[in-house]
Nanobody, 120 residues
């Protein structure tokens, strides 16, 4: 049984910062790519950022320079540092990961989401 648990969401004023964390636990052989998605009310879920097992990152074009994704492989954890937050960043943020539970058996997993609200 594998779980992804996000934390770090909350209410922040425009211009502020938040750091989201997502920890994977359970029967894990290895973790490949890890990603952050977000879904705002009335909108489709969109990719925010991704990071490979080797540390290569990619970002949504509109978020480059404000958001930074990183990971700690020893802790099976991915982070999302969000700076200069805007009201448009308000959304539920979801963690996603490609996890091998054995050397050959893998699956894509989702966390339950954490709410980020940017408002004065």
């Amino acid at each position: 049984q594998v779980q992804l648990v996000e934390s770090g969401g909350g209410l922040v004023q425009p211009g502020g910062s938040l750091r989201l964390s997502c920890a994977a636990s359970g029967s894990i052989f290895s973790i490949n790519a890890m990603r952050w998605y977000r879904q705002a009310p009335g909108k489709e879920r969109e990719l925010v950022a991704g990071i490979t097992g080797g540390g290569t990152t990619n970002y949504a074009d509109s978020l480059k320079g404000r958001f930074t994704i990183s990971r700690d492989n020893a802790k099976n954890t991915v982070y999302l540092q969000m700076n200069s937050l805007k009201p448009d960043d308000t959304a539920v943020y979801y963690c996603n990961a490609d996890i091998l539970v054995t050397g050959w058996e893998g699956k894509n997993y989702w966390g339950q989401g954490t709410q980020v609200t940017v408002s004065s």
